[in-house]
C-alpha cells in the first residue's frame, strides 16, 4: 500500500513563500517520477510541476515558471514544492502524484495524495 502525504500547505498573504512537502510510505520510493498538481474551485486539476528520479528531468507550468521549484529527496522518500512570490491565482489544492513521468506528465499518475489547502489573501 503507497500512500502520499502532502503538508505544509495553510494560508498565506499574496507575495509570500510557502513549501509543500509530500512524504511517503512506500518502502522503496521507487517512482520514476513525482508531480505537483492543483485544482482550485470550479477548475480542472492541472499539473503544476514534475521532476524524475533523477532530478535530471523537470516540466513545469508556465504559470508558476520562475517562481515554483520541485525537488526531491529520495533518500527521505520525500518531494517538494517551494513557492515564493504567490499570486491569488495560485490559490488551490495542491495535490502529490507519483507513478512513470508519462502518467504524471499527463495528470494520471498512479498514485495520489489527498491534498493540502493554499488560501491566499490579497
Known amino acids: 500500500q503507497v500512500e502520499l502525504v502532502e503538508s505544509g500547505g495553510g494560508p498565506v498573504q499574496a507575495g509570500g513563500s510557502l513549501r509543500l512537502s509530500c512524504a511517503s510510505t512506500s518502502p522503496s520510493f521507487y517512482f520514476d517520477a513525482m508531480g505537483w498538481f492543483r485544482q482550485a474551485p470550479g477548475k480542472e486539476r492541472e499539473l503544476v510541476a514534475a521532476?524524475?528520479?533523477?532530478?535530471?528531468?523537470?516540466r513545469d507550468s508556465d504559470s508558476v515558471k520562475a517562481r515554483f521549484i520541485v525537488s526531491r529527496d529520495n533518500a527521505k522518500k520525500q518531494a517538494y514544492l517551494e513557492m515564493v512570490k504567490i499570486e491569488p491565482e495560485d490559490a488551490a489544492v495542491y495535490y502529490c502524484?507519483?507513478?512513470?513521468?508519462?502518467?504524471?506528465?499527463?495528470?494520471?499518475?498512479?498514485?495520489w495524495g489527498r491534498g493540502t489547502q493554499v488560501a491566499v489573501s490579497a
Open positions: 502524484g507519483a507513478g512513470t513521468w508519462d502518467l504524471v506528465i499527463t495528470g494520471t499518475p498512479a498514485y
Open positions: 521532476i524524475n528520479w533523477k532530478s535530471d528531468l523537470i
